[in-house]
T-cell receptor, first 113, second 115 residues
Framework: KQEVTQIPAALSVPEGENLVLNCSFT??????LQWFRQDPGKGLTSLLL?????REQTSGRLNASLDKSSGRSTLYIAASQPGDSATYLC????????????FGKGTKLSVIP | EAGVAQSPRYKIIEKRQSVAFWCNPI?????LYWYQQILGQGPKLLIQ????????DSQLPKDRFSAERLKGVDSTLKIQPAKLEDSAVYLC?????????????FGSGTRLTVV
């Protein structure tokens, strides 16, 4: 059974700081990993999707890396802004050929002006 | 492109009452999912549809939860009777249903409070 863990559960940083969010998963036989953002009272917005053949993906100030062998992914946010404040969740498919996602509990990020 | 539409946004009911949620996926998306997100947790899959057929409902509490997808488009999720532990956000998502997992889109969710 796939389990996803995210550390830390909450993080508070001053504006402008670079930060790293961590995600680990127990079954390394994944074919992709996604990072989502969730704002209070809202649904989930997909930020980055990394295929199993890729090592990293970048979008603007966001960079996500994937190390399948160690069961880890990191989301790097450069030059954080108050608008980055949200909960960040990582998710992996339930199993081979599945489109069902197993989520971590998320990291709640607060960027202080 | 219109997103995944869900209604209502909020619902408060008493325990043992019934409630229904509605979802309209992105046009052309074959796969539709219902997830339950309890406060402080990640979303957990309840049921997955492919067109109008059920792919997986192994985590759906079938004694009280039911779901259908009419004509392979809209979907409704019903709870009857509701329990206090059903308080959560119910998220609907859709995807094209093929390929690498791209195109997974969530709705804004329905926040259910059972008192």
């Amino acid at each position: 059974k796939q389990e996803v863990t995210q550390i830390p559960a909450a993080l508070s940083v001053p504006e402008g700081e670079n930060l790293v969010l961590n995600c680990s998963f127990t079954d390394s036989a994944i074919y992709n990993l996604q990072w989502f953002r969730q704002d209070p009272g809202k649904g989930l917005t997909s930020l980055l999707l990394i295929q199993s053949s890729q090592r990293e993906q970048t979008s603007g100030r966001l960079n996500a890396s994937l190390d399948k062998s160690s069961g880890r992914s990191t989301l790097y946010i450069a030059a954080s802004q108050p608008g980055d404040s949200a909960t960040y969740l990582c998710a992996v498919p339930l199993g081979a050929g599945s489109y069902q996602l197993t989520f971590g509990k998320g990291t709640k990020l607060s960027v202080i002006p | 492109e219109a997103g995944v539409a869900q209604s209502p946004r909020y619902k408060i009911i008493e325990k043992r009452q019934s409630v229904a949620f509605w979802c309209n996926p992105i046009s052309g998306h074959a796969t539709l999912y219902w997830y339950q997100q309890i406060l402080g947790q990640g979303p957990k899959l309840l049921i997955q549809f492919q067109n109008n057929g059920v792919v997986d409902d192994s985590q759906l509490p079938k004694d009280r939860f039911s779901a259908e997808r009419l004509k392979g488009v809209d979907s409704t999720l019903k709870i009857q009777p509701a329990k206090l532990e059903d308080s959560a956000v119910y998220l609907c998502a859709s995807s094209p249903g093929g390929g690498s997992g791209n195109g997974y889109t969530f709705g804004s969710g329905t926040r259910l409070t059972v008192v």
